[in-house]
């Protein structure tokens, strides 16, 4: 088994990776986007925390956690 034989077998590897989807997981981050602003409609990762929020609600808007996120439990 020489070099030639364990680069072809990479590829057919990589080649049966590619055929079933890749592994990206730019739908999975669009899906738990599920804290949105009331205000400007922006939306946060459902792992987003109560400071984070907080901050752009005070600085964007200048309004309170609550008036931007309603829905939002810590």
């Known amino acids: 088994m020489g070099n030639g034989a364990k680069a072809q077998q990479k590829r057919e590897r990589n080649q049966g990776a590619a055929a079933k989807g890749g592994k990206s997981q ?31 609600a005070t600085s964007k808007h200048s309004k309170t956690l609550a008036e931007c996120f309603p829905t939002f439990t810590p």
């Open 26 to 56: 730019l739908k999975v981050n669009e899906a738990s986007k599920s804290i949105i602003c009331e205000t400007c409609r922006q939306p946060f990762m459902n792992t987003t925390r109560a400071p984070a929020l907080e901050t752009h």
